[in-house]
């Protein structure tokens, strides 16, 4: 890629993430921190398409700019959101970019929210505990509570957006400018994996982690995961969670079945 599209897809992503993510930077999570954030289907389209360095630059630049709007300063996502972004949307483009599945999207997106939101959760909480937010000497399950939560949240809120949006702009940009994406993108055909068996267990596989992440908020201790919240809200909110879980999950199980025996009666 020459330098000069570099910089300008690189500036496109920042700008286009920045606008995205503001736009519904009001909704924040349970804990009162971390945003819904739908656009980040921006740098995933643009990691995929253009490679790591371009997701990973525009995303953190994106989210950076974002939040000195949203909040006044930067100070907080330098600890959290930029690195995070960064993190998530270079590893995305690593895994995708030139070497590109349908089926490689899917295990890469999951294992990618996992860790970059994990990451950033640690972020926040670093950061809480250096400006005093959160006082030295909470219990140890309190800290793990709003970590381990805060991750769950983004991730079940980002999942969706990322599986199902991303093929519609990937779709819709070979349709419009073609010459912008890589062929191994516009050969690769969904229609032809999704009988595989393959595409077919990572769907099941999945979907059968996140019902048993929703079982598991059932157990007893589960309120650990909203210890940080409101107590008149705590139910509330670790329900939301559960139920997430239970019907993403549940969706991805059925579907993932539901190709896998179509495939049996095709034979």
């Known amino acids: 890629m020459r330098k000069s599209l570099y910089v300008t897809v690189t500036a496109i992503c920042a700008a286009l993430y920045a606008v995205g993510s503001y736009a519904t930077s009001c909704i924040e999570s349970p804990w009162g921190i971390g945003q819904f954030r739908p656009a980040i289907v921006i740098p995933a389209f643009f990691a995929i398409v253009f490679g790591p360095w371009v997701g990973g630059i525009g995303a953190a630049l994106g989210t950076f700019i974002q939040s000195i709007f949203r909040y006044g300063h930067p100070w907080l996502t330098l600890v959290s959101g930029t690195p995070a972004n960064f993190i998530a949307f270079f590893l995305l483009g690593y895994m995708l970019y030139k070497k590109f599945t349908w089926t490689r999207f899917i295990v890469s997106s999951i294992a990618v929210l996992i860790a970059a939101n994990f990451a950033c959760a640690v972020g926040v909480l670093a950061y809480f505990l250096f400006t005093g937010v959160f006082p030295p000497n909470l219990p140890f399950m309190f800290y793990l509570g709003f970590t381990v939560g805060l991750t769950l949240w ?46 077919s ?32 809200m705590r139910e509330i909110v670790l329900s939301g969670i559960r139920l997430m879980f239970l019907l993403t999950g549940g969706g991805c199980t059925v579907t993932g079945a539901i190709f896998y025996i179509l495939k049996l009666f095709s034979r």
């Open 154 to 199: 983004w991730y079940i809120t980002m999942l969706p957006f990322t599986l199902l949006l991303t093929p519609v702009l990937i779709k819709a940009a070979s349709l419009i400018i073609p010459h912008f994406i890589p062929t191994h993108i516009v050969e690769a055909s969904l229609k032809s994996e999704v009988p595989s068996k393959m595409f």
């Open 201 to 232: 267990g990572v769907l099941v596989l999945s979907g059968i982690g996140m019902v048993l992440v929703g079982l598991a908020t059932f157990l007893p201790g589960s309120e650990t995961l909203v210890v940080a919240y409101k107590p008149a």
